[in-house]
């Protein structure tokens, strides 16, 4: 076997100490290995890699923010400068779209949110600077003091990378250095990341073992890196199973775990919208819920639709599709026994296959785009089973008869990142939507009208979350700044401290342009005077 | 026995069904019991109360927010026409001083955090909007749309009450019903209070069940009250082992759960300080460490003192005070004999008693204010346990030889509510403040100047929070409109969602001088033209 491919630890591009195992990348398209074996990492390289985030984690935590800004960018730029290689290893490891999806979409919007990390540094939004010149008390959010462990997912290997993505961006703004545990299905991808990171952190000055690159751990050890006081947080973007062994080793420890878990984004479809575009959404759903293979946190899963005329051409137009589509690909042999045992619950509990049974025997990791159907009745029966989430290109359709037995359904969702209505352009949907609405709203992180829920813009208004099980928490988004910074930072207070011992946000003279809430308003001026 | 006092349960004073046991206050000056018997609630009727918060949730959630405001209004006006009856009440039960505690500071902070509250919900600050115009989106905090459940200390009648203090005023104030569990050693405050709210939520016309009120539970119910997916998130004020099994049954339900758990609330006193007004920081430091009876979250447990001149001067000047100081009442037994064991604890890890040795033997729970020292060498071989919280009159003072020894004392310390620095006026100190200050300032919530940390002021800018085990998240302040409402809401992001359909404070109208981030500004004009 060749050489295995060193690990970023301390510091330095290395060789793996005492690696617990190996492991390489497939082809999904033929199930063929590819690419260089990479480590897996042993208990003592875990054990090393946090003590020397610990070390640095003071200094980093005052380093200069512009130092920090500049990093940001500066990956940004690196991260355009390697596009073609990255897009060419990434797609390789993963078999997601060269065009539009890795290049036009993914990657900028990876290079974006850097650059609004990079400015929500610069701007001190994420500190939400607060002055109270009465009491005499003035806060802001800042550092941990400690490592951010960074999960990454299978399904993004820009946007979600450990090393590379909104939560590295963010523990990364918030002044905490990074432990990228990356996800192993895309290894070379993760590392050339890793390699532009690092050159880029040196370049500008700051402390080597501000970032450091994993690519796999053995069960015992995940323990040290979200288990032990030492960890100022994680944040974790994949399954529920294995999100919640974490979750627990985290709670137990004190460390705070912001985990996205698991979704199925119920959207319904009103009885106008489908009388007034049933067509034309049919084929908006199934281009939603097969984009990039199903594969997406907010894909939408599962259907609510009348029992009615326009519900069923609907039915009937949408299984045509999914029906006559190409096979698609998933990222690995794990995820195609995933979905199929979860085809095989919703079954088992009583959802019909509507379309998509003639399933290929090929190499490689493909599935036919699959369509379900389930009574209510049946699904109030065993909401729990019939929840189950097929991460893939599967949908299940859950008729209903009327709108008592829509807000019914919607009262029986757990928590979720989205959910969206489709409602008639010339209001008669309202009353339903009215209804709907306030049920919805306490179940998710966003409510979505008459849009697919697959479109995550990063923005400030975001809420890439949701209640529990969806994430841990529902009051934090993993997606958009200044926000997502906030949740690995800590809550600030000064009291009674003199201007100069007082960090430069929340100095009487204003550091430039920067928005605080001084005794109850929202200014960029000085305290006490102009500017 | 008289005939148990009724519960609050489900819109109603009624009888304990089926109570599993019962409890009664003492006095703490005289160890009699005092007042009327209480029920300690069965497992029936914490399912009821459950029950019936989760039956009204909805409706609490979508309430129109004047009616919220003005009855968290109604409420304080109540607790003060009745504040003669609360302040005797709550004298007797607590032994805390009438005048200035319970009448002059206490019951005016409750009734000001109450309208504060309000004013937050009238100001929609709280809700933090954020609209995003090109990307379509707009967020803003909103209710768990399930009840909080909120557990009192015993160390404030009135002000963390669970049926009235900044827990509950959050709660309420986002829109969530709160299961009161209040502290069994205050049930006739407890109740009066509920007596009050209650008249004043029904005269509001809300839901009668949104508010309810339990004396007691035994440990299996609890998990019912924390543990469940049906509860939204849950407010605790107390000791550490108690939160620490609270939070794990909530940590395994996905419940977000925010405990105040302990605090040391380290002191540096720097050399220029204390050369230039040591006398008087031994009266400030003896008078905060026992303002009543030093049963504070933030009372001043350890002070750090250089091992000089100035310093012995200091150590004997406060000495004396603990010594001539007369003896202080606790709030119950069980505090006692808790205090008595972290003293042996202190003194059996080598701290010495340099104070306070005359206890006296009589009924009540009585104490002589005591004053430890030990030498940094000690402290930094057994941090842990030195670090054992003694709730009530007591100080641990650690003898440092220089800057060097005191860097290295402050990161030993664990997450606290405060840590403080007093300096020499001169500056002559200044550069030890600096090397500190980031040592302390990721360790704590409050980074206090020349003050000591018992005053706690209500402020958009405090927190009165800090890192694990201190509380159980960084970045949360359980006192201060708006941020501690912010703890039991979830984030609501709206996406390509028509103006009518939005809540309120998202529409294009700014319903009336509401702060919102507009496209990456603070206003309060309405979106695309004037206001």
Redesign the interface.
Known sequence: MARLQPVLVAGAWREAVEPAGSLQARSPVTGEAIGEPYPVSSRREVEEAVAAACAVA?RF??AEPGRIAGFLEAYASGIERRAADLVALAHLETALPVSPRLRDVELPRTTGQLRQAARAVREWSWAHP???TA?G???A??????PVVVFGPNNFPFAFNAIAGSDFASAIAARNPVIAKVHPLHPGTSRLLGTIAHEALLAAGLPGAAIQLLYHVEPDSAALLVGQ?AIGGVGFTGGRAGGLVL??LA??A???FYAEMSSINPVFLLEGALAERGAALAQEFFASCTMGSGQFCTSPGVLVVPRSAAGERFVAEAAARFDAAPVQVLFSADGKRHLEAAVETLRAEGAELRAGAADLDRPGYWVQPKLLEVDAERFLEAPRALQAEAFGPVGLIVRVADTAQALAVAEAFEGNL?ATLYRAADGGD?AA??AL???L???V???????MPTGV?V?????H?G???ST??????SVGMP?AI??F??????????D??LPPVLRDANPGDV?R?VD????TADVGGGG
């Open positions: 003071q935590a005052t607060v002055i109270d009491a008390l003035r806060s959010y800042g550092p941990l003091g400690k006081a979750k627990a709670d137990a004190g460390v705070p989205t309202d939507a009215a609405m306030p049920r709203r306490v179940r992180g966003r409510l979505i009208v008459d849009r813009a923005s400030p208004a975001q809420n979350g209640p529990y099980p841990s928490h529902p009051g934090f988004t926000g906030r949740r930072a800590g809550l600030h207070s000064y009291d009674n401290v003199p100069a011992l928005w809430l109850g308003r929202w200014t």
